[in-house]
C-alpha cells in the first residue's frame, strides 16, 4: 500500500514539473481555434399524469406464527423473508377478493404504487402473500419488529405498475 502511495507522490512531483517547464504543453503548427461550448436546454418535462387508483385499507404485519401460518419466512407465492431485515424487500399481502385466485386483478408478482399511508412506507410494493379471508379490500404491508411501524390506514390508493415495451406505465386497479 506504502508503495501505490509513493508511486502517486512521485508522479504527481513529475507532472507539477512538467507543467511548470511548459514540458506537456506542446506547441502545435496549426492555426489557433477558439472553443466554442454547445449549451444544451434540457427538455420540458411533461405533466405528471393523475392516475385512477383501487381505493383500500392498509395495515402492516410482521412475519411471526401468530400474524401468518405456520411457516412465517415463507410467503404464498413460496418466497422466502429475509429474517433480519423483512421490510428491505417492500413486499405486501392482498385481501383475497383482490386476487386473480380468487376473482381479482392481481397476481403474485405484479408490482403496485401504494399512495396514501406516509413518506416511508409510500412507494413500489411487490405481492407476494394472501391475507386471510376474513379481510375485504386490504393491503398488508411487511415490515420487521426493527422497523418501529404499527397503524391502520383507510383510503390508501393502490395502482398497478405494468413495464411494456421498457417503460414503466401505471394501470388501474378495477375491483
Do not use: C
Not at 504543453?25 to 434540457?42: A, F, M, N
Not at 422466502?80 to 376473482?103: E, F, M, Q, T
Request: no cysteine.
Amino acid at each position: 500500500m506504502i508503495r501505490y502511495k509513493i508511486l502517486a507522490a512521485v508522479f504527481s512531483v513529475i507532472v507539477a514539473v512538467a507543467e511548470e517547464f511548459s514540458l506537456l504543453k506542446s506547441e502545435s503548427l496549426s492555426p489557433k481555434v477558439e472553443e466554442q461550448w454547445l449549451t444544451i436546454t434540457e427538455p420540458a418535462r411533461p405533466e405528471p399524469i393523475l392516475l385512477p387508483t383501487l381505493t383500500v385499507s392498509a395495515s402492516v404485519y410482521h412475519p411471526e406464527p401468530h400474524q401468518t401460518d405456520s411457516t412465517p419466512f415463507i410467503t404464498a407465492d413460496g418466497s422466502r423473508i429475509n429474517r433480519k431485515d423483512p421490510g428491505k424487500h417492500r413486499w405486501l399481502a392482498v385481501s383475497r377478493n383482490l386476487h386473480a385466485r380468487w376473482g381479482g386483478d392481481l397476481e403474485f408478482g405484479d408490482s403496485l404504487w401504494v399512495t396514501g399511508i406516509s413518506d416511508d412506507l409510500d412507494g413500489l410494493y411487490i405481492v407476494r402473500d394472501v391475507m386471510n379471508r376474513r379481510f375485504r379490500n386490504q393491503v398488508d404491508i411487511l415490515v420487521g419488529r426493527k422497523d418501529k411501524v404499527m397503524g391502520f390506514w383507510k383510503n390508501v390508493g393502490i395502482a398497478k405498475f405494468e413495464q411494456t415495451n421498457q417503460r414503466s406505465t401505471a394501470v388501474a386497479v378495477t375491483n
